[in-house]
């Protein structure tokens, strides 16, 4: 498998729900992020990860927790969300820390109930 | 202020004309400029990238960036009805490292 892959592609939870995000890539990229796509709004980042380690935290609350085990694979941790996060959940990797050229995955259309 | 900038449209044209999608950004210090295409219900494409003045042509797309005016383009040649997207403008704000703020992009519509 090539290329970027999310999974799942959809996601109906509730608010008192623990669900995970999961990302892997197969381009030997060493930069992942996590953005969140809304209706009518940018992209909005909301995490950085060079070589494993997170280098930006865009003031993302507490109920999504990040974790990259590896160089390859993210991880996005969601826990008693809100209706107003509802979004597409975009997940993207880039060659390393000077690299901006981006390749998205496909994306987790997540609803909040 | 919005830091990058676009008409959401829908910009509508003709099959065959040329489609001119334009975006403006607010930090004089941006160094990398790209063009994501971005089919209704999938992700993002990447499809353009410029880095100095002047135009870059790849096939039917050119980009067009301009940073004394703070303004990139892209024109797309020869438009056809697969070309019917929404087009997002990211720029690498100066100080970014490897981040990207986007545009909110501009649905372009390619009729027959």
């Known amino acids: 498998e090539t290329g970027v892959t999310q999974t799942p592609r959809h996601l109906v939870m509730g608010m008192t729900n623990k669900k995970s995000l999961k990302c892997e890539q197969h381009l030997g990229h060493n930069a992942m992020y996590w953005y969140k796509q809304s209706a009518k709004k940018p992209l909005e980042l909301m995490f950085v990860?060079?070589?494993?380690?997170?280098?930006e935290n865009n003031s993302v609350p507490s109920r999504f927790s990040p974790e990259c085990p590896n160089s390859s694979h993210l991880f996005l941790h969601l826990h008693t969300l809100q209706p107003e996060d509802s979004a597409l959940y975009l997940c993207?990797?880039?060659?390393?820390?000077?690299?901006?050229?981006?390749?998205f995955g496909s994306g987790t259309r997540l609803t909040v109930v | 202020q919005k830091e990058v900038e676009q008409n959401s449209g829908p910009l509508s044209v003709p099959e065959g004309a040329i489609a001119s999608l334009n975006c403006t950004y607010s930090?004089?210090?941006?160094?990398?400029f790209f063009w994501y295409r971005q089919y209704s219900g999938k992700s993002p494409e990447l499809i353009m990238s410029i880095y100095s003045n002047g135009d870059k042509e790849d096939g039917r797309f050119t980009a067009q960036l301009n940073k004394a005016s703070q303004y990139v383009s892209l024109l797309i040649r020869d438009s056809q009805p697969s070309d019917s997207a929404t087009y997002l403008c990211?720029?690498?704000?100066?100080?970014?490292?490897?981040?990207?703020?986007f545009g909110t992009g501009t649905q372009l519509k390619v009729e027959l």
């Open positions: 990211a720029v690498n704000i100066e100080g970014g490292g490897n981040k990207l703020t």
């Open positions: 993207a990797s880039s060659q390393d820390s000077a690299s901006s050229s981006y390749t």
């Open positions: 930090d004089r210090g941006s160094q990398s």
């Open positions: 990860y060079n070589f494993k380690e997170q280098t």
